[in-house]
């Protein structure tokens, strides 16, 4: 059997990205205690909506 499109074309509509927690937290320069009760909450990998949904930054309001 032979196929005539690569698999990389093909894209899902609706697929998650999945991030580690860790690489998660550098990026957003989290504090050591919120990356420890994300990793405590979703384990080391976790979805890009489920970090930003229990991520905890502060407001700078002016």
């Known amino acids: 059997m032979t196929f005539s499109e690569p698999a ?3 894209k ?3 697929s998650k990205k999945v ?6 937290a550098r ?8 990356q420890s009760q ?5 384990g080391p990998m ?3 909506q489920e970090l930003l ?3 905890r930054k502060e407001l700078n309001l002016r």
């Open 8 to 10: 990389t074309k093909f």
């Open 12 to 14: 899902i509509p609706n």
């Open 19 to 24: 991030r580690c927690v860790v690489d998660f």
């Open 27 to 34: 990026r957003h320069r989290l504090h050591v205690k919120e």
């Open 38 to 42: 994300l990793l405590k909450l979703l």
């Open 46 to 48: 976790a979805t890009e």
């Open 53 to 55: 949904m229990n991520v």
